[in-house]
């Protein structure tokens, strides 16, 4: 492929992406005719790119939702929670509409590969072996977390990133924490 077409493509892409959050953010389920206006572009470069406005939106989640999971399970330097806040609140019009609609089972595949690298080592150092004990206060986590993120966003991003950071990280050393890791047998 040609570098040129393919940085292009990648372009057209991302203008059209922006336009349909914005659209979204304004809330508007906007036409492939506003996109392609909005974007600069012409409908057989749309149709060239997508299907239609769904499967927009459909790949728009996945690239957003990939780049979510990396960055949970990234090797950075810097704090992971606070590293989840930024990259949530650097595509917030898609997160506050995504955990609108999304609330229960959002961010999932982000959020498993985070289990696996963080959550479960944590447990399992302190001995406990109970893998659905383990499961329940995962997703009490996970839903937290989000229900958190949710109200930031919400509120127009009131507090910094390090700060929604500190609020995280603050209930997850909390007693409850600490009790749950330690009860080994509930």
Not at 18 to 23: A, M
Request: aromatic content about 12%; charged content about 25%; overall charge neutral.
């Amino acid at each position: 492929m040609n570098t040129a077409n393919n940085s292009l493509r990648q372009d057209t892409d991302r203008r059209i992406r922006e336009v349909l959050l914005s659209s979204l953010e304004q809330g508007k389920e906007p036409t492939v005719g506003e996109l392609c206006a909005g974007a600069g572009v012409n409908r057989s470069t749309f149709y060239r790119h997508y299907l239609d406005v769904y499967d927009l939106m459909e790949k728009t989640e996945t690239e957003i939702q990939k780049g979510l999971a990396q960055t949970l399970v990234s090797e950075a330097e810097g704090d992971p929670l606070e590293r989840l806040v930024r990259y949530v609140g650097g595509y917030g019009s898609f997160y506050r509409i995504y955990l609108q609609k999304h609330l229960n089972g959002s961010m999932e595949a982000g959020f498993q590969s985070y289990w696996e690298s963080h959550f479960k080592p944590v447990f399992l150092r302190a001995g406990v072996r109970d893998e659905r004990r383990m499961q329940y206060f995962y997703q009490f986590v996970k839903a937290g977390v989000m229900t958190v993120l949710k109200m930031w966003l919400d509120d127009g991003y009131r507090e910094s990133p390090e700060e929604i950071a500190r609020v995280l990280r603050s209930m997850l050393n909390s007693t409850a924490w600490k009790k749950n890791a330690s009860d080994k047998n509930g």
